[in-house]
């Protein structure tokens, strides 16, 4: 355990150091989210959408597929949301055969991919400076306060429909969660939401937020800092894009291993310098931070500050509030997997417990985390799954 910390700590540290190796492959990994969608053939539109705390979050669209540029009338709309570490190009990191975008547009829906702050793409504010610390002084509670409302009114208003679907991965699941089980007048805008690799309470995960939950949060601070968190090669800071050259196969994976545990036999390896550019991303340490808590406490809560005076002056209570998983209610379906070491089984079997509206739970055994949206067998094991699903909430509707 402590020699996977210290691994990810020279990580940290050296930076530009672990960009030395093999030159990479695939093209993608030099592209933006549209620069992707449009290498495959597809329209791309981006926007921008400001939290009301003044963060400033990109949303890429795919507005229709390669086959349906001239159908009439408003498209059904579906939102991606990416997870921990990741990108929004984390799903359009396969060709379009194998990447749930590019799928769903094909099948006929309008596709809109949230940035959550902080990653890659979605380092811009109103008024605070990327590189100081109040820029990074926020974890997955102002995500689900503040992200997940302005993208979804964003497209909302840009579109004109009523309501919309939800598609999330790892950290996109936990927001959403917390979202629409405090936020009813958000949620009654989500139509059905689909979560994979779904979490909630992290108890039993085995991933780098439990390796942290063993220090304290001031050494914690004196290792990485109280800014932003980079997992793996540094990022031109110009461009934002990955450095030229990435490290090789064998490190790749050991980064992969690190971060997102088991890697699988679904994955293709021939992609692994795409995967890991797309997700393997940024956050704020502080959100690390939380998710240490929550490995220790076992539950879904918000924040703790570190004492019950800060948490009076936040909360106006002595401990933080927790979320609520039974006041989600809208239509979830789900897919897990039993290799998957940040989505455990027994903390899923507790967020199954809890939702009030579960109308579908698929367990794919040997799934690990990246499996779900950028596996081999993604199409067959997820994809087919939500496009059924969707079609039937349509047919519903047209009786």
């Known amino acids: 355990m402590w020699w996977l910390l210290s691994t ?33 053939g597809y329209a791309s539109e981006e926007y921008e959408a400001v939290t009301d705390d003044g963060y400033i979050l990109p949303i890429n669209r795919i507005p229709h597929g390669k086959n349906n540029t001239n159908s009439t009338g408003p498209k059904k709309v579906v939102l991606c949301q990416h997870g921990l570490f990741a990108t929004p190009g984390v ?5 379009p055969n194998n990447s749930l975008a590019f799928i769903l547009a094909d099948a006929g829906y309008d596709v809109w991919m949230g940035n959550s702050r902080g990653s890659t793409w979605a380092k811009k504010h109103l008024y605070l400076d990327p590189n100081s610390k109040e820029f990074w002084a926020f974890s ?3 995500m689900i306060k503040y992200d997940i409302p302005a993208t979804i009114n964003f497209i909302l208003k840009k579109t004109g429909q009523k309501q919309i679907y939800y598609v999330g991965h790892n950290q996109g699941t936990l927001i959403a969660l917390g979202a629409f089980s405090t936020n009813q007048q958000l949620a009654e805008k989500i139509k059905m939401c689909f979560l994979l690799a779904p979490v909630a309470t992290v108890k039993y995960d ?4 439990h390796l942290l939950s063993y220090i304290c949060p001031t050494s914690l601070k004196l290792i990485f800092g109280e800014k932003e968190l980079l997992p ?12 030229n050259v990435i490290v090789t196969d064998t490190t790749c994976f050991a980064i992969k291993v690190l971060i997102t545990g088991y890697v699988s036999q679904h ?26 808590q929550a490995v220790n406490t076992g539950v879904f809560g918000a924040y703790d500050w570190g004492s019950p005076s800060l948490n009076m002056l936040h909360y106006n209570q002595t401990t933080p509030p927790l979320y609520n998983l039974e006041d989600m209610k809208v239509p979830t379906a789900m897919w897990s997997g039993r290799n998957d070491f940040l989505a455990d089984d027994i903390d899923v079997a507790h967020l199954v417990s809890k939702l009030p509206n579960l109308i579908y739970h698929k367990i794919i055994a040997d799934f690990s985390h990246l499996d ?15 496009l059924k699903l969707l079609h039937e909430s349509e047919t519903e509707n047209l009786h």
């Open 140 to 142: 997955y509670d102002e």
């Open 372 to 386: 779900f949206v950028v596996g081999l067998s993604a199409y067959d094991e997820v994809s087919k799954g939500i």
């Open 232 to 243: 793996m090669a540094v990022f031109n800071k110009q461009s934002g894009y990955t450095c």
């Open 267 to 292: 994955l293709n390896k021939s992609r692994t310098d795409v995967y890991i550019t797309h997700s393997l991303a940024r956050t704020s340490v502080q959100n690390l931070l939380h998710y240490s």
């Open 8 to 40: 990810m700590c020279l990580v940290h540290v050296c930076g530009n150091i672990f960009c030395l190796f093999e030159t990479t492959m695939n093209p993608e990994v030099h592209m933006n989210v549209s620069e992707i969608i449009i290498r495959w």
């Open 206 to 209: 085995e991933d780098f937020p």
């Open 91 to 95: 799903w359009v990191s396969n060709p």
